[in-house]
């Protein structure tokens, strides 16, 4: 009886020490979520705001329901970073790279309060899975569900604000 204690005694240390080590393993430099907004960051004004929501709003509706493929590229199948690249590439000619990785990499990194018609929000949803939208204004963005193709999304789902990892703006 005493050894079995003992065991499960050194069990359970081993194993808090286990979760502590390696929770700085899995720390990331996320998005804060209610950060105050960055007074050096110039916003757009509400014509600039709807010619942005205008383009893209544009480039989903030629894109909506074309089911998720990893790896797609095209109306066939497409996966979530090749829709973002080819809607910054149709709606606003500017060239970005074509993985969430390097995507993520790409502009200036801002907060929940600074977020704007066009930047790209980043989602964990796995260990080192990512997901890429873009923010549509009013809480909502468009991107590639795997469920049901591309479509628009709202933050509102308690899902989707828990996943979010960054934010990029890619222009002002």
């Known amino acids: 009886m005493y050894k079995y204690k003992i065991k499960n005694i050194k069990l359970l240390l081993t194993s808090i020490v286990f979760i502590l080590f390696f929770a700085g393993c899995f720390s990331d430099n996320s998005v ?16 600039e705001n709807q ?19 990893y790896g797609g590229t095209t109306k066939r199948g497409v996966d979530c970073s090749a829709f973002v690249q080819n809607a910054y590439k149709n709606a606003f000619k500017i060239k970005i790279p074509r993985t969430t990785k390097l995507q993520s990499q790409v502009g200036q990194q801002i907060g929940m309060a600074d977020l704007q018609i066009g930047d790209l929000i980043f989602f964990k ?4 899975t990512r997901h890429v939208g873009i923010y549509l204004g009013g809480g909502e963005f468009m991107h590639v569900s795997t469920k049901v193709g591309v ?16 934010i990029q703006r890619i222009f002002n």
Not at 51 to 69: C, I, P
Not at 125 to 128: A, E, F, V
């Open 32 to 47: 804060a979520l209610n950060p105050k907004p960055n007074p050096n960051l110039e916003f757009r004004d509400y014509e």
């Open 51 to 69: 010619k942005l929501y205008d383009q893209l709003l544009a480039h989903y509706k030629k894109w909506k329901g074309v089911k998720y493929k």
């Open 151 to 166: 479509t628009i999304s709202s933050l509102d789902n308690p899902y989707y604000i828990k996943q979010i990892w960054r």
């Open 125 to 128: 949803t796995g260990y080192k």
